[in-house]
């Protein structure tokens, strides 16, 4: 049959479950979000005199807890109006609106009995066929299913979404015996096309798959930081994003999830698979078990692992202690010192740095060492036990745990053979089927051939592709296309006539070696090739222009190579725009400053929905200078309306960029102005961002795809303009919104977006608003403040507010 999604029911308006209905709400759907009612009138009812059964009562359960999502940071929606789709109740009185909606997810407490209840009531008035699915990580999801009608046993599964499920990628979907295959195949392409997830399937085992082993790497780490005598602040310091781990890394990700939580899942396994290899490593140690009964469960109880203090630094910030596990008392955290790790820190390769940490003969290094052998041998016994195939374990920890590189993957990385043998001298044993696969001559859980992704299947003991993988687009699997590089930018050809390159920097920013690429990029499309997609594989698209450049050359007084620098990025943005074929951009993550101002001269961009764009100089006391100041001038003009204020439209661009707003999403994207709606689109998949470029280039290829002309239309308004926007600025300098500098580089924005300094409104080039906007630049590269920002900027990250 063909099913549509159009409203979904949220039984359970918890943390999760509120901000489930978010999600889906924020991908377009209906949803009706239900809560238990009240038992009792709270000290606020009682003064008001309101009878319990007054609807504003028996909803202020999820009510509450709608509005404490929504205010919570980081946002659980795209847009705040997508608020709008989500219709709160309660079970008393609504649960007959079920009948209404198709596909009903429960998400109350991890109670098999309450469960069990809140299906009985779900099965009175769910209409046939419907979708039914719980959220549960805890209760085996075959035994929700029992007592159940057989359609709704048919209709039932588990659907494990991962906290927030707006920015943790996961979604496991776990079948029982009675589960129809056709539901099953539904869920895994609805979560994949339509909620931006990356779909696991997942056996119905404790913990499934990314908690198992999730969960055993934390334990494990535990018992290696007591035997390597290592502190709380050196462990997060080595399992961090030095090793593709996110910031949080170890004992910051417990404090956020939850100490109890973490003891809970951790003995739910070692209760429930007494077959287990490694059950002695997932019994709590004592000191963890202590921490627990002392009830610092992290950040929910104030204090964890870490201890926010009310003393402040030296930045106003308030103080974080941390806990010293055999005192048990808090104290100053320490910044740990590693020689391999400070060596591997220049390195942005994160292969090359893992093997490099890997390999390193320091503390650090013994510590990595001993705990890939034990990863290792833990994901491969849980083959076939929670997974059949080995990508599935991969995508289940770098979506639900932020990992950058997924465990086989840090295996084939090692070599499976060096590192099997490394195992077994000490002492840590690998599955069998691991010393099978070697002994065949196969060396590697992946291999790529042709641009396509295989994977070791244990079954078959053969390669096969990755199911589904036809979907998505990896430019690094096109090594062996490699078309041009130098030592930042590769371009492959990516079939089917498309060009694709990515540049491999210090947070993807842009200097002079990425420009030569896309110049060349697009230069090779244009000879041989349909067009040219741009993206990056990394956490980020750019976060800007090579800001130590700028800095080098305007500290030097190099004003004549600053000039030179300026005018190359400026002529590559409209290379961009003017290339005789379709050059399309797939961003995602931070897209800022200059990664921005490439976005805004593309032919089409498919962005991904947590796609951060804006356009930040005016943060580093400059003005963008790579077209972007001039393409938002151009836009501002083309939306100008006869039945409104001409400077309407202009002042909604200037505050964009002089207050370096930053859209939070995507789809925030289009109402800054950012992306342009009937041209760009938001792939809620992450992952089909490239794929999705490439169709792109494709269809305006076989459009016939004409250049854009070079505009000498674009109309500014000059003084009348001006005046109004130099007012705003002095309103922000006068309420200390701005400071002195923020207003004067404010200033120079205002007069190259108005145009100058002209009498009257007039149509000018692109070529001219450029000039102004380069001028403008560089004359801000001389002040002494501005380049106290860029110091500050390559320092600490962070500007400074001069």
């Not at 305007?554 to 005018?567: P, Q, S, W």
């Amino acid at each position: 049959m063909k099913r549509t999604i159009k409203k979904v029911a949220v039984l359970g308006s918890g943390v999760m479950g509120s901000r489930i209905a978010c999600h889906f709400a924020g991908v377009g759907l209906q949803v009706l979000l239900l809560d238990i009612a009240p038992k009792e009138l709270n000290a606020a009812e009682q003064a008001k005199g309101v009878s319990i059964d007054h609807p504003a009562v028996k909803n202020r359960i999820v009510n509450e807890a709608l509005a404490a999502a929504v205010k919570s940071n980081p946002s659980p929606v795209y847009i705040k109006d997508v608020i709008n789709r989500i219709t709160t109740g309660n079970f008393t009185d609504n649960m007959k609106d079920i009948a209404g909606c198709d596909w009903i997810i429960e998400v109350v407490v991890e109670r098999l009995d309450i469960k069990q209840a809140v299906f009985t009531d779900v099965e009175k008035y769910r209409k046939l066929g419907t979708l039914i699915t719980s959220n549960t990580s805890g209760i085996p999801i075959h035994m929700m299913a029992e007592g159940r009608s057989e359609d709704f046993k048919k209709h039932f599964c588990g659907t494990h979404f991962f906290n927030p499920p707006r920015y943790l990628r996961l979604l496991e979907i776990i079948p029982t015996p009675y589960t129809d295959p056709a539901v099953v195949d539904f869920l895994m392409n609805y979560g994949d096309l339509y909620l931006g997830k990356t779909t696991v399937l997942a056996k119905d085992t404790p913990a499934f798959i990314a908690n198992r082993i999730g969960v055993f790497s934390i334990m494990s780490i535990f018992k290696l930081m007591d035997k390597l005598q290592l502190s709380i602040d050196e462990i997060d310091a080595l399992t961090g994003p030095i090793i593709g781990r996110p910031k949080s890394a170890t004992f910051r990700t417990a404090d956020v999830v939850g100490i109890d939580t973490l003891v809970k899942v951790a003995k739910g396994i070692a209760d429930n698979c007494k077959s287990d290899e490694a059950l002695e490593t997932l019994t709590v140690p004592a000191w963890l078990q202590k921490i627990t009964e002392n009830n610092w469960l992290g950040d929910k109880t104030g204090q964890g692992f870490f201890k926010k203090m009310q003393t402040r630094n030296e930045k106003g910030e308030k103080d974080i202690h941390v806990l010293n596990l055999q005192t048990f008392e808090y104290g100053l955290r320490s910044k740990p010192k590693f020689a391999s790790v400070d060596a591997a820190k220049p390195i942005e390769d994160l292969p090359t740095r893992i093997k490099m940490l890997s390999a390193a003969q320091d503390k650090a290094g013994e510590f990595y060492r001993q705990f890939h052998y034990s990863l290792f041998s833990y994901i491969s016994h849980r083959i076939p036990e929670i997974s059949d195939e080995v990508f599935r374990i991969d995508d289940a920890m770098m979506a639900g745990f932020g990992w950058e590189i997924g465990a086989f993957e840090t295996w084939d990385l090692l070599g499976v053979n060096k590192t099997v043998a490394a195992m077994k001298a000490a002492g840590v044993q690998p599955a069998g089927w691991v010393e099978e696969m070697l002994a065949s001559g196969s060396t590697s859980f992946y291999k790529v051939e042709n641009g396509k992704r295989l994977f070791y299947d244990v079954k078959s003991k053969s390669y096969k592709p990755i199911a589904g993988a036809e979907a998505f687009l990896v430019l690094n699997n096109f090594k062996e296309k490699t078309v041009w590089k130098n030592s930042s930018c590769t371009v492959y050809d990516i079939g089917d006539e498309v060009l694709g390159i990515e540049w491999k920097t210090k947070m993807n920013s842009i200097g002079s070696e990425v420009l030569e690429g896309v110049n060349k990029a697009i230069g090779l499309a244009e000879e041989n090739f349909r067009g040219l997609v741009i993206a990056n594989e990394g956490p980020n698209f750019s976060a800007g222009a090579n800001v130590g450049m700028i800095f080098m050359f305007a500290v030097e007084e190099e004003f004549d190579e600053l000039d030179m620098a300026i005018r190359m990025f400026q002529n590559t943005m409209m290379r961009v725009r003017h290339s005789s074929v379709p050059v399309v951009i797939a961003p995602h993550g931070l897209t800022l400053g200059g990664g921005c101002e490439m976005n805004l001269h593309a032919d089409k961009v498919c962005a991904a929905a947590e796609t951060y764009i804006g356009l930040v100089e005016l943060g580093v006391g400059l003005i963008p200078g790579g077209g972007g100041t001039k393409e938002f001038a151009l836009r501002a003009a083309d939306e100008m309306h006869e039945d409104e204020p001409e400077t309407n439209t202009l002042k909604n661009r200037f505050f964009n960029i002089a207050t370096a707003k930053v859209a939070t999403s995507g789809f925030e994207g289009f109402e800054m102005g950012v992306f342009r709606k009937g041209i760009d689109e938001i792939v809620m998949n992450q992952s089909r961002r490239i794929a999705e470029a490439k169709k792109s280039v494709i269809e305006l290829s076989e459009q016939g795809y004409i250049t854009p002309i070079h505009r000498k239309d674009i109309k500014v308004l000059g003084r009348s303009a001006l005046g109004a926007l130099y007012a705003g600025i002095n309103g922000m300098w006068r309420a200390n919104y701005a400071t002195d500098h923020d207003a004067k580089v404010a200033r120079k924005l205002a007069y190259v977006m108005c145009g100058g300094d002209l009498s009257e409104p007039t149509l000018v080039s692109e070529q001219y608003l450029l000039d102004l906007e380069r001028e403008a630049f560089l004359s801000l590269c001389g002040e002494r403040k501005t380049l106290e920002r860029i110091q500050s900027v390559l320092k600490s990250g962070k500007p400074i507010r001069n």
